[in-house]
Every structure is written in C-alpha cells, then in structure tokens.
C-alpha cells in the first residue's frame, strides 16, 4: 500500500457495526488496531476465568488483523494493556512475551475499574507501521 487509502480492516466482532468501530484501520504504513477483547470466533468470551487465555486470545485477533492490513507482528510498534485487577498482570504479560519476547515493542499496562464485559480481565491495543 503506497498511499494513504484508508483500509478498514473487521474481525467480525459483534461490537464493530453497533458501536461503528473497525478493528483496525491502515493508512498508508500505519495500522491501529483497536481495543481487542478476548472473543471467540462465535462471540462468545474466550477463556473464561484465564487472565493468560485471554490476553492470548487478544494478541490472536490483533495478529490476525495486522496480516489483514498487510503486515506482522514483527511491524507493531506499541501495545497497551488494559486490565481490570493486577493480581493477573503477570500472567496476561507472559501471554504479552510469547508474541512479542523478541520484538519487544513499546508497552503500556494500566489497571482500569471495568472493561465492557465483566467477564473479561484484559483488552489490548496495537499500532505498527508496516514497511512494504
């Protein structure tokens, strides 16, 4: 992608068309991927009551986003992690470096008092810059 054609990029979330969002959104080299919960494919919650499981589950839709948009992992440039109790913040940060030990992006992790759903404890955002 060469210009700056606004690519919009769903997963299929039962949320996006709702509330008007895309999970992420290419212009040019940028891709932002949006708050990504942690959704089965059904949409239904992904590993309930497993902080890791659903922080893997997250990093799996931004993964895949990101190959829509044209890019990898290895173009995300930044991450932030929202999480609802820090008692689970290690095991949602390990899920973190199984994707990204190596490339090791900028990253934020911020306790929030509640996310969308109660049931889920993390939503992660991305953005990377996708050299073609």
Known sequence: MQDNTR???????????PIGFSRAVRVGKHVAVA???PIADDGSNAAPG????????????????????????????????FITDTAHWKEIARAHGEFFAELRPASTCVQVSALLDPDWFVEIEADAIVED
Not at 54 to 78: D, F, P, S, T, W
């Open 35 to 37: 708050g990504t919960a």
């Open 7 to 17: 690519q919009l990029i769903s997963s299929g979330s039962p949320y996006e068309k």
């Open 50 to 81: 497993d902080p890791h499981g659903q922080a893997k589950r997250c990093l799996e839709i931004i993964e895949r986003a990101i190959n829509q948009a044209g890019g990898q992992l290895k173009h995300v440039v930044r991450t932030r992690i």
